[in-house]
């Protein structure tokens, strides 16, 4: 799967690349891609191994977690983004460290028109956690976001004690704008979020900056 069709501002359909980057990152070589069918066992894998430190700042869902991470719980979540993506809706990434498959990142509930703007999640395996893959990964679907998808602005929404989110989006130049209360129901109950935001005019060096960040900005644990 080389290309999905994304919708620029111009209202073509010219896909995206099958690649961003190579970049170096987390002691090693960062790739970002489309979503794969051959990603599924890896992202099942690492999900239900890693359920401590992702299903804390998932949205509540009443399936038990190897529930929600079965082979056809994989094929129904990709044909959704894959669906999402043909609408001009989402863009949704691999992310491989050597070759590997360590994570994926979305870009999603994306708008045309005068907003231009969408939302962007992550998850990186915890077995390269803390090495700067997460911030690498994210510099690089923002800068696409901006620069090939036409988008004008990228939004994050991230729970208060969600430390390592934090520092990605602080480490990439993200603006704190609010906080969103009982913004979303986790673990059963509702929480508080804080938004953050990035805009095109904030990062005029496009991907390249947002690398430049990610080398320059310590501290964080991502």
């Keep these: ?59 509540t869902v009443a399936a038990p977690w190897t529930d929600r991470h079965t082979p056809a719980a994989w094929r129904l979540h990709r044909s959704a983004l894959v669906a999402g993506a043909r ?29 231009r703007s969408g939302w962007i999640g992550y998850w990186i395996d915890s077995a ?41 989006v602080t480490r990439l130049g993200f603006r704190q704008e609010g906080r969103l209360v009982r913004y979303l129901d986790v673990g059963g109950s509702w929480h508080d979020h804080l938004l953050f935001a990035v805009t095109a005019e904030e990062v005029p060096g496009g991907t390249a900056q947002l690398l430049a960040r990610c080398a320059t900005r310590s501290g964080s644990p991502e």
């Design 128 to 168: 390269v956690q803390g090495r700067g893959v997460a911030s690498a990964a994210v510099a690089l679907a923002v800068g696409h976001a901006f620069a090939t998808a036409g988008l004008h602005r990228v939004e994050a929404t991230i729970a208060p004690e969600n430390r390592a989110s934090l520092a990605v």
């Design 1 to 59: 799967m080389a290309w999905w069709g994304d919708g620029g501002p111009t209202g073509r359909h010219p896909g995206w690349p099958a690649v961003l980057g190579p970049v170096a990152a987390g002691g090693g070589t960062l790739t970002v891609r489309p979503l794969a069918r051959r990603d599924g066992a890896e992202w099942r894998r690492q999900r239900i191994r890693d359920e401590a430190s992702i299903a804390p700042w998932d949205a």
């Design 87 to 115: 609408r001009g809706e989402v863009l949704a990434f691999a992310v491989e460290l050597d070759g590997r498959f360590a994570g994926q990142v979305t870009v999603g509930g994306i708008q045309r028109g005068a907003l």
